[in-house]
């Protein structure tokens, strides 16, 4: 993996190492997400949940959250209970999309499913309890940041992993499933709901903590849309090129599926010229920012480079 994508951004990205950026907010992800869910009574519940929360990733989303707060303004102490709470949602994601009744798959991060280890009943239950409390930790753990603007980051994440968001885009991924008439269109649906709208959320909730203004959110929303994008149709092919030890999941599952991709639909080639373009056009919102925006526009082409 190439540490920093200087190459896109000669001028304004030499001073910005991405690698020694990540390092360091994964570290405050890590810690912050393991204060955030002690173990309690009962254990077993508690453990499952903390087994998936604490099981590794690259904190992509929360990170995209404190880097927008911190962009516009504010801080990581005023982000970091949201942070939190969209790892918490992307977790609970996670869990149930492995399960049999959903993509069927053992391995997550490169260790077994929440299922394989805790069984169906108390995987299904972890992924609620998860859900559930990212809305709490929200609520109570926040602080300096005015009550209208958390009432609107709670409005923002409930959408995004709701039927108008993340739980519509996978009942539309299932339905297509083994459908090779599933049109562009379709697809691009599914993954602006089942994977954009998170990504999305994540960025337009760290700008309204730190107070931005509408124009603002307009800017973040078509940048965070069109990461998210790329980030699926990155997903697509390396579902196609990378191996198992590379996913930490299981390889070449859509094919199995017999779902229709992005390399299905253009090949792998247009494919990553498409998402390299999405990059690009998500960039260029934020040149107002200046180097203000440089750790969102590294994380941005780190999408599109990215092996695993």
Not at 11 to 24: E, H, I, P, Q, R
Not at 29 to 51: G, N, Q, V, W
Not at 230 to 239: C, G, K, S, V
Request: charged share 25%; hydrophobic share 40%.
């Amino acid at each position: 993996m190439v540490a920093t994508d200087n190459a896109h951004k000669p001028g304004k990205m030499a001073s910005f190492d991405l690698m020694v950026y990540l390092k360091a907010r994964q570290k405050l992800c890590e810690d912050a997400l393991d204060k955030s869910l002690p173990m309690s009574y009962p254990d077993k519940i508690y453990e499952s949940m903390r087994y998936s929360l604490l099981a590794g990733g690259k904190r992509l989303r929360p990170i995209l959250c404190l880097a927008t707060c911190e962009m516009m303004g504010g801080t990581i102490e005023m982000s970091m209970p949201t942070a939190c709470a969209v790892e918490m949602i992307h977790t609970m994601s996670l869990i149930h999309d492995d399960l049999p009744a959903m993509d069927n798959d053992d391995y997550r991060r490169g260790k077994l499913t929440n299922h394989k280890i805790y069984g169906d009943d108390i995987a299904i239950l972890a992924g609620d309890g998860l859900l559930a409390y990212a809305f709490e930790y929200v609520a109570t753990r926040t602080q300096n940041v005015p009550l209208d603007r958390l009432l609107q980051v709670v409005a923002r994440l409930g959408r995004a992993v709701g039927a108008a968001g993340l739980v519509g885009g996978q009942v539309v991924d299932l339905e297509s499933e083994g459908k090779s008439d599933t049109t562009l269109e379709t697809l691009t649906f599914i993954h602006n709901h089942k994977t954009g709208a998170l990504l999305e959320a994540c960025v337009v909730c760290g700008g309204i903590i730190a107070g931005a203004s509408p124009d603002d959110i307009q800017k973040l929303t078509r940048y965070s849309q069109n990461i998210g994008l790329a980030f699926q149709i990155i997903d697509d092919i390396l579902d196609i090129t990378a191996t198992n030890e590379q996913l930490g999941k299981t390889a070449g599952k859509d094919q199995k599926a017999q779902k229709v991709t992005y390399p299905k639909l253009w090949g792998l080639e247009e494919s990553q010229k498409q998402a390299e373009k999405l990059i690009e056009e998500a960039c260029t919102e934020l040149n107002s920012y200046g180097e203000k925006a440089q750790p969102l526009i590294a994380l941005a082409h780190f999408i599109t480079s990215r092996n695993h």
